[in-house]
């Protein structure tokens, strides 16, 4: 029985260990959530692009609808 407590206890410690945060004090990991935000600020730009080329495209099918509509009007 007592083998099988210490074998439990040993067992308990190690998947304590596995659920250990990465990061060894909290500087450490301040410090990596602030690399984290300061890489996501560079990826923001590519978004503010990615809407105005949406923008762009809306703005061409509008046109496009509508020099198909005057079309279709001046056929008739």
Do not use: H, K
């Not at 590519?46 to 061409?60: E, K």
Request: net charge positive.
């Amino acid at each position: 029985m007592r083998a099988e407590l210490g074998a439990l206890e040993a067992s308990a410690g190690r998947a304590g260990t596995a659920l250990a945060c990465v990061y060894s004090s909290a500087a450490e990991f301040e410090a990596a959530q602030i690399d984290a935000r300061r890489a996501l600020r560079w990826r923001l730009p590519a978004i503010d692009s990615m809407r105005l080329v949406l923008a762009g495209t809306a703005f061409a099918a509008v046109a496009a609808l509508a020099a198909l509509a005057g079309v279709a009007v001046i056929a008739l």
